[in-house]
């Protein structure tokens, strides 16, 4: 089994000075820790992997596809491969759990 805890992998995240640290990766899927502090401006771009962001505290909105929805902890957002999605108007500091199917990468043309 392998098994993580949140402040662990969040302490990681910082050492490695990135916003994202992926913590996963099989071939089938993989994951890692997404933080955004309050106001900040999220650099992402779409993926070629489908994606599942679990909210585990914070507040802002999310864009997907030209839709907008509030999210907060617990919210749950899919997002198809290739589409455009951004959070923004965060609020509160927003950590995220998110999986891509499959892994990060796995579709990237070489």
Same mark, same amino acid.
Request: charged share 25%; aromatic share 8%.
């Given at each position: 089994? $392998?098994?993580? /805890?949140? $402040?662990?992998?969040?302490?990681?995240?910082?050492?490695?000075?990135?916003?994202?640290? /992926?913590?996963?990766?099989? %071939?089938?899927?993989? !994951?890692?820790?997404? @933080?955004?502090?309050?106001?900040?401006? $999220?650099?992402?771009?779409?993926?070629?992997?489908?994606?599942?962001?679990?909210?585990?505290?914070?507040?802002?909105?999310?864009? @997907? !596809?030209? /839709? @907008?929805?509030?999210?907060? /902890? !617990?919210?749950?957002?899919?997002?198809?491969? !290739?589409?455009?999605?951004?959070?923004?108007?965060?609020?509160?500091?927003?950590?995220?759990?998110?999986?891509?199917?499959?892994?990060?990468?796995?579709?990237? %043309?070489?």
């Amino acid at each position: 089994m $392998d098994a993580w /805890e949140l $402040d662990e992998l969040e302490a990681a995240r910082i050492e490695s000075g990135r916003l994202y640290h /992926e913590f996963i990766s099989v %071939p089938d899927l993989s !994951g890692g820790l997404y @933080v955004l502090e309050a106001g900040a401006t $999220d650099p992402q771009s779409p993926h070629t992997e489908d994606e599942l962001y679990v909210v585990m505290s914070g507040r802002a909105k999310v864009i @997907v !596809g030209g /839709e @907008v929805r509030a999210i907060r /902890e !617990g919210s749950v957002i899919f997002v198809a491969a !290739g589409a455009d999605h951004r959070f923004h108007d965060i609020e509160e500091r927003l950590v995220l759990l998110v999986m891509f199917g499959p892994a990060e990468y796995a579709r990237r %043309p070489t």
